[in-house]
């Protein structure tokens, strides 16, 4: 089992809709969760972090976590062409030195 | 300013040969880190360093030794090149190691090895 899981996709969504991306880990004692945007050809950069049970919103992103079910996902509303791009699922387990483990992302094509 | 930076940003060597990638980040963090990033965009640690020294080495071939010669610099070197090396190395940092801190790439190293 990975240690973390996303579907690879593609997901197409058209634009305006929301995009739902969907992630899995399992080490319970992971605290940490992290959505990371990668454009092609360019480095990941932090969208949203959340460590919380329950929604976190920030503008049109918003992340879930359910901890019980070792589950975390990124909803982005309005979804715009710029949106378009691989989106990668991390989490910091339980004194893990700060180590990012990343899932495989999933890539996000929004269509005029 | 850029905040963390990587030189060079393309590589193209021979096998055998012997590289280093430099890395350097301008926001007074104290852990630094290296990830590389496979042909198919699966982005993976191999090392850290938190005021200069190694906390996270994950299970990397040898040939690759990081140096930090401060806080501000992490250097990747990589001995006899291989094929499989071929990859995205991505330098990072973060104000602490702790949980929650989040980290800042780096613009990314494309290494090639012919």
């Known amino acids: 089992q990975k240690e973390v899981e996303q579907n690879s996709g593609p997901l197409s969504v058209p634009e305006g809709a929301i995009a739902s991306l969907n992630c899995t880990y399992s080490d319970r004692g992971s605290q940490s969760f992290f959505w990371y945007r990668q454009y092609s050809g360019k480095s990941p950069e932090l969208i949203m972090f959340?460590?919380?049970?329950g929604d976190k919103e920030d503008g049109r992103f918003t992340a879930q976590l359910n901890k019980a079910s070792q589950y975390v996902s990124l909803l982005i509303r309005d979804s715009q062409p710029s949106d378009s791009a691989t989106y990668l699922c991390a989490v910091i387990g339980y004194n893990q030195g700060g180590k990012l483990i990343f899932g495989q992302g999933t890539e996000l094509s929004v269509k005029p | 300013d850029t905040a963390v930076s990587q030189t060079p940003k393309y590589l193209v060597t021979q096998m055998g040969n012997d590289k280093s990638i430099k890395c350097e980040q301008n926001?007074?963090?104290?852990?630094m880190y290296w990830y590389k990033q496979d042909s198919k965009k699966f982005l993976k640690i191999m090392f850290s360093y938190n005021n200069k020294e190694l906390i996270i080495n994950e299970t990397v071939p040898n040939r690759f030794s990081p140096k930090s010669p401060d806080k501000a610099h992490l250097n990747l070197h990589i001995n006899s090149l291989e094929l499989g090396d071929s990859a995205v190395y991505f330098c990072?940092?973060?104000?602490?190691?702790?949980?929650?801190?989040?980290?800042?790439f780096g613009p990314g190293t494309r290494l090639t090895v012919t």
């Open positions: 926001l007074g963090h104290d852990t």
């Open positions: 990072a940092s973060s104000q602490d190691r702790a949980v929650g801190y989040e980290q800042y």
């Open positions: 959340i460590y919380s049970n």
